[in-house]
């Protein structure tokens, strides 16, 4: 996986030795009878999600690129890792929009180690776990090729579906599970799609990046509120104080905490209309 396999050529890619959406769900069934993928194949998976940054699973090299005809909603729920049963995260999928674009990428994989590991991982992570099903679309980066991807529809018993923005926000900054804190995986997100896609244009992504750095305003102001000036007004001390930041409380959440001191510019540009109303919000 090294920095010249990101630019390689997609002209090798071989489609007629290329897993379908269909193997794939076969051999999720023969592999539990210990078949094996034949040494001569390849897989291609499109990321959007997580995967974008986390793919957890070797590969021969990845490409950015795009799909047509999708959108990418944070519609699907989550109980394992970004979430817990009786009080789910909100994960991405994708939902058919026919003239919707989603920038990922594309990982490119090859022979049985390769390919069986990562499906191995996959099928664990997304459909096992996650109430995903894989499919198949056409990715466009230096060229045009078919591609497995991973989605979650509303028959899946974790579907969510659509909510206010503010709705999904208030979910996520709420949200921790196994893998981390629900916060984590909408920042890590939409940081990488800004290094690996800029050209990519995802309005959804973006208003609920800014609608959950108003919950985490919210947050930051009670606090300066309890723990530096008393009730006071806190619009004259807030940018010199750091006691609300370095004071810890029994039902904190490190990753929230952690946010206030990675990401102040940006909370720090939605204090500015809320500080003078304040608000009750779940530490």
Not at 29 to 52: A, D, H, K, M
Not at 206 to 214: D, M, V
Not at 238 to 259: F, G, N, Q, V
């Amino acid at each position: 996986m090294g920095a010249n396999l990101f630019e390689c050529s997609v002209d090798r890619v071989d489609m007629k030795n290329t897993l379908t959406a269909e193997e794939v769900r076969e051999w999720v069934v023969r592999s539990q009878s210990g078949t094996q993928c034949p040494e001569s194949r390849s897989l291609l998976v499109f990321g959007y999600g997580s995967l974008v940054w986390l793919p957890k699973f070797a590969y021969h090299h990845r490409e950015v690129g795009c799909i047509h005809g999708f959108v990418r909603r944070f519609w699907q729920g989550n109980v394992s890792h970004r979430g817990v049963p009786g009080s789910p995260g909100r994960v991405v999928t994708l939902v058919a929009d026919r003239e919707g674009v989603t920038w990922g990428v594309a990982y490119h994989l090859k022979g049985k180690q390769q390919i069986e590991s990562a499906l191995q991982h996959l099928v664990t992570r997304e459909m096992i776990k996650g109430g995903y099903d894989v499919a198949t679309t056409m990715f466009h980066g230096q060229l045009s090729y078919n591609v497995l991807t991973f989605v979650a529809t509303p028959d899946n018993a974790h579907y969510l579906g659509p909510a206010p923005v503010d709705t999904v926000a208030n979910t996520i900054v709420n949200s921790r599970g196994q893998s981390g804190h629900n916060l984590e995986y909408i920042f890590n997100l939409v940081d990488a799609l800004r290094v690996e896609a800029p050209q990519g244009v995802d309005n959804h992504l973006h208003s609920l990046e800014e609608a959950c750095h108003r919950r985490l305003s919210h947050i930051l102001i009670n606090r300066h509120r309890a723990f530096c000036c008393d009730g006071t007004d806190t619009s004259e001390c807030m940018a010199e104080c750091h006691k609300c930041l370095t004071t810890r409380h029994s039902d904190d959440d490190a990753y929230i905490i952690d946010c206030f001191t990675r990401r102040m510019d940006k909370i720090k540009a939605v204090i500015a209309p809320i500080v003078q109303q304040p608000e009750k919000v779940k530490n």
